[in-house]
Structures are given as C-alpha cells and as structure tokens.
C-alpha cells in the first residue's frame, strides 16, 4: 500500500510539474533561463559554499567527543582510537554533498540520503552508533536554524504587506513546525530513539533480508547524543555555520532576479525579495520532505510568494528551474562519488581474510 502511495505521489508531482511548465510558455522560460547565461556557473559555486558550510557544521557538531576519540579516547562505545581520516572536515563536505545528492536526485523522500550518509561515515572509522547520532543531531540544527531563516524572511514579507492571508498562513505553517522540532529534540534527550534502536533489532531479527547489517552490540545511540549535546558550545558553532550556508540562498536569488531585470528601481532594498523569496521558499521545500526533490511543489511555491512582486509565474517558475540546476550540477557527481564508495568498500570486505573460529579448549 505505502509503495502504491508513494508512486502516486511521485506521478502526481512529475504531471504537475509538466503542466506548470506547458501553461506558462516553454518558450518563454527557455529565454529566460538563456538570460541567465553563464552566471549558472556562479549559482553552482554558491551551492557548493552552502554545501560546505552545512559539511562544516555537520563536523562541528562533533565537538569534544570526536576530539577525544581521534586522540586516544577511550569509551564504551568505542574502546578503539579512531582513525585520523574520520576528523577530516573535506570528508564532511564530501559526505554532504553525497546526502544532498541523494535527497534531491532519487526517490528517497529527502531523508534516505542522510541515512546513507551516517552509514558511509561509519565506513570511514567512526562508531555506527556515533555515525547515527551525528546524523540526528545535524537534522535537529538543519531543521531549526532553517526555521529561524524561514521566521527572518516571514518577518521581512509582514514588513512588506502587512497582516494579509499569505503572511497568516505561512505564519500558521512556521507554528506548526515548533511543536515537530520540540517532539524530536524530546526524542533525542530523553531516551525515545532507545525504543527506536531496539525496534530496529527486532526487524533485522525478524527479516533478516533486509540487510541492515547492524553489529551485534548495542549502538548506544542515546549515549552518543547525550554526549554530543553536551558540548553546548560546539552545538552553537555549528549553527551559526548552518545559518551562514542557509543565507548563501539569497546572493543565488538575488542573481536570478538580476538577470531577469526585477531587481531595479525597487523601494525596499535589493535584498529583501531574495530573502523572502529563498527563505519562505526553502521552507515549501522542506515541508514537501515526502515528495521526492519537492517536484512541483517548489514551483507553486514560488509562484505563490513571486505574485507578492507581481513576478510573472513564468519567471518564477525560472528562478525555481535554476535553482534545481545546482541540484544536478553537484548531485549527480555526489551520486557517482557514492556508488565509488560502495565499489571500493565492497571491494576492501572481499580482500579481508576471514579468520577461521579456533575451537574451544578440549574440544
């Protein structure tokens, strides 16, 4: 049933899609993303610094912990020191654009790439369970420093017009989002995901064909997450970087609204449409987690804010296309570099030795 869902949904998003792009003139949005030219190029690097500045954050947030384990630490989860590779901040990066790659790319509802993403940073040396809990938290501070910039933009477009539909209903979205937010740090802190670990045993237990291939000890990822929020100044840090890699977006909108000519003679300051438009605009995105690159969704969601500006759905729906052009641009060698991964830890699985069990004393 849920497979049948999720296709609909999928073919749902894909004809929506089509047709927002067919009744707004194929013609007219072919011209205008030609306007853009070669300044795609700079969209893309202003991706891959977004990109970075989340990897950044994402290593950040380790904190103490990964200091302590890289330098000999010893604890129960991990009597074993770390390799050095595992603290290198470009393997984050790399990792990132992976799991952004994923999300936007495959149908995996935007979360199965950072699911891969704590996986493959086992592979590089750390603790699974570490691996997982890094994951969670990092998706707490995506989540809420995304949720601060999404306010920021909501605050700006009250600014612009005032107390109408448009600035109650997202208003209405932002609140509903609190309580999702505060459900999952609760989670987190208060030892929930102990329930989620061991239901995730007994379904490896059950069904075995699944290949989760989980290590038979505990992975202690309540013990992980408590250690890693405790270094509140690390936890802080990082969110400042993912602010830094939210705001990126404007400078990408600001350049699209450029080359379409609707950033001149405007009397509220240049930057202020790129703000709401990519903040509130981020936002739509995200809450479409369930539809696979929020194909469609993006775009009304653009038209909606663009007729704020009287921006023409055909150049909305431009802005929208070009931001998905970095989506390709790095997500398909973020694909690539994955499958490169997997081929060479397959590869290293295949050459290890596999030492015989020596028989019990006596027998």
């Given at each position: 049933m849920a497979r049948w869902l999720f296709f609909l949904v999928m073919a749902l998003s894909i004809t929506g899609?089509?047709?927002?792009?067919?009744?707004?003139?194929?013609?007219?949005?072919?011209?205008?993303?030609?306007?853009?030219?070669?300044?795609?190029?700079?969209?893309?690097?202003?991706?891959?610094?977004?990109?970075?500045?989340a990897g950044i954050g994402w290593r950040i947030a380790f904190g103490r912990t990964l200091r302590i384990l890289l330098h000999g630490g010893r604890t129960e989860s991990c009597p074993e020191r770390l390799e050095p590779r595992a603290g290198q901040t470009w393997r984050y990066v790399g990792l990132r654009c992976i799991r952004e790659g994923i999300n936007s790319l495959l149908p995996a509802a935007q979360v199965g790439g950072d699911?891969?993403?704590?996986?493959?940073?086992?592979?590089?040396?750390?603790?699974?369970?570490?691996?997982?809990?890094?994951i969670l938290v990092d998706l707490l501070l995506q989540a809420a420093t995304q949720g601060v910039f999404a306010l920021s933009g909501l605050l700006a477009l009250y600014w612009l017009v005032g107390n109408n539909h448009l600035v109650r209903e997202l208003g209405g979205g932002l609140l509903l989002a609190i309580p999702a937010l505060g459900g999952f740090f609760i989670a987190q802190r208060f030892g929930l995901f102990v329930v989620v670990e061991r239901g995730i045993r007994m379904v490896k237990?059950?069904?075995?064909?699944?290949?989760?291939?989980?290590?038979?000890?505990?992975?202690?990822?309540?013990?992980?997450?408590?250690?890693?929020?405790?270094?509140?100044?690390?936890?802080?840090?990082?969110?400042?970087?993912?602010?830094?890699?939210?705001?990126?977006?404007?400078?990408?909108?600001?350049?699209?609204?450029?080359?379409?000519?609707?950033?001149?003679?405007n009397p509220h300051g240049e930057w202020v449409r790129p703000l709401i438009l990519e903040s509130l605009g981020q936002a739509v995105r995200s809450a479409a987690f369930a539809v696979p690159g929020a194909l469609g969704i993006q775009e009304g969601g653009f038209?909606?804010?663009?007729?704020?500006?009287?921006?023409?759905?055909?150049?909305?729906?431009?802005?929208?296309?070009?931001?998905?052009?970095?989506?390709?641009?790095?997500?398909?060698?973020?694909?690539?570099?994955?499958?490169?991964?997997?081929?060479?830890?397959?590869?290293?699985?295949?050459?290890?030795?596999?030492?015989?069990?020596?028989?019990?004393?006596?027998?």
């Amino acid at each position: 049933m849920a497979r049948w869902l999720f296709f609909l949904v999928m073919a749902l998003s894909i004809t929506g899609f089509v047709a927002l792009l067919v009744l707004n003139g194929l013609a007219e949005i072919g011209r205008g993303l030609q306007a853009v030219g070669w300044l795609l190029v700079a969209i893309v690097g202003i991706r891959l610094v977004a990109l970075s500045c989340a990897g950044i954050g994402w290593r950040i947030a380790f904190g103490r912990t990964l200091r302590i384990l890289l330098h000999g630490g010893r604890t129960e989860s991990c009597p074993e020191r770390l390799e050095p590779r595992a603290g290198q901040t470009w393997r984050y990066v790399g990792l990132r654009c992976i799991r952004e790659g994923i999300n936007s790319l495959l149908p995996a509802a935007q979360v199965g790439g950072d699911l891969v993403g704590g996986r493959l940073l086992a592979r590089l040396g750390v603790p699974l369970g570490l691996s997982m809990a890094s994951i969670l938290v990092d998706l707490l501070l995506q989540a809420a420093t995304q949720g601060v910039f999404a306010l920021s933009g909501l605050l700006a477009l009250y600014w612009l017009v005032g107390n109408n539909h448009l600035v109650r209903e997202l208003g209405g979205g932002l609140l509903l989002a609190i309580p999702a937010l505060g459900g999952f740090f609760i989670a987190q802190r208060f030892g929930l995901f102990v329930v989620v670990e061991r239901g995730i045993r007994m379904v490896k237990r059950l069904m075995p064909g699944l290949g989760l291939n989980l290590p038979d000890q505990p992975l202690d990822l309540q013990i992980w997450l408590k250690k890693l929020y405790a270094d509140r100044w690390a936890i802080s840090w990082a969110c400042f970087v993912h602010m830094l890699g939210w705001s990126t977006g404007v400078a990408e909108v600001w350049i699209v609204l450029h080359c379409l000519g609707l950033n001149g003679h405007n009397p509220h300051g240049e930057w202020v449409r790129p703000l709401i438009l990519e903040s509130l605009g981020q936002a739509v995105r995200s809450a479409a987690f369930a539809v696979p690159g929020a194909l469609g969704i993006q775009e009304g969601g653009f038209i909606l804010l663009g007729a704020v500006f009287n921006i023409p759905a055909s150049q909305a729906i431009i802005l929208s296309l070009v931001k998905r052009l970095p989506d390709l641009a790095i997500g398909i060698p973020g694909l690539i570099a994955w499958q490169a991964m997997e081929a060479r830890f397959l590869r290293q699985r295949r050459m290890t030795p596999v030492v015989p069990e020596q028989p019990a004393a006596g027998e």
